[in-house]
């Protein structure tokens, strides 16, 4: 896998538990009171731990997080959310062989969990298991064919297999849910210029840099597909940038 993929797979990672769709449950709390005043009236949350890890898991602090989902598990053992939150804060410490755990036993609970099938599929492709994250991925598009994380997460897979137009095919419905998915074009411009469709994969970098000017490496990628497309004058352009 080279760096360019390599990288993809660790920004995919972050988004992931940065920006969740499910990720993290925890139901709203009114007005000003705190996670553990709220929770504590919660009687889906006893003790309100899970409330409490999903405060400690915003701010990263993944340890603080474990024990807290590890409690809210121990009063609720067979509430799907708390293995679902701890499997994302035992990935957020890199705690891999965990999150996996987790995730299957989300899974076993609620066999039509997306999420938890986004979540083990994720840890399985940095453990760069392709074909079970891909069956994990394809089981999560299975339920919710429109689930935009499922087919980013599947693209990225048929990209480290070189199945290009795979790859295109999943980022092409990607955008067209997420018109400004920046990573989405960068993406599958990498597949169009992998297939010498240097045009396509021009256009792509250039939706790409649109939605993030200041990222230099979209420049970087568009300048590559510009070398090999014979404009120079345009890479030249682009390194500059």
């Known amino acids: 896998m080279n760096n360019y993929k390599i990288g993809t797979v660790i920004s995919l990672a972050i988004a992931i538990v940065a920006y969740p769709t499910g990720v993290l449950y925890a139901k709203k709390r009114p007005g000003n009171q705190s996670p553990g005043s709220a929770a504590a009236s919660n009687p889906s949350d006893p003790g309100g731990h899970s409330a409490l890890g999903v405060e400690a898991a915003k701010k990263r602090d993944y340890e603080k997080a474990i024990a807290e989902f590890s409690k809210a598990i121990e009063a609720a053992p067979e509430e799907t959310k ?78 480290s297999k070189g199945e290009w137009e795979k790859a295109i095919e999943d980022y092409s419905k990607v955008i067209q849910r997420v018109p400004d998915d920046g990573g989405a074009y960068e993406r599958r411009g990498f597949a169009y210029r ?25 420049y970087r990628h568009r300048a590559v597909a510009d070398t090999m497309a014979g404009d120079t004058k345009s890479a030249a352009t682009d390194l500059r940038a």
């Open 82 to 159: 708390n293995y679902f939150n701890r499997g994302t804060a035992y990935r957020g410490a890199n705690k891999l062989k965990e999150a996996f755990a987790d995730f299957s036993k989300a899974i076993e609970i609620a066999p039509q969990s997306v999420v938890a099938y986004i979540g083990r599929g994720e840890v399985l492709l940095v453990q760069k298991q392709l074909d079970p994250a891909l069956a994990d991925f394809d089981k999560a598009l299975q339920i919710s064919p429109n689930d935009a994380n499922a087919r980013r997460f599947r693209g990225f897979v048929f990209i």
């Open 194 to 218: 992998s297939l010498k469709k240097y045009q396509e994969a021009i256009a792509d970098y250039t939706k790409a840099i649109a939605t993030d000017p200041k990222d230099p490496d979209g």
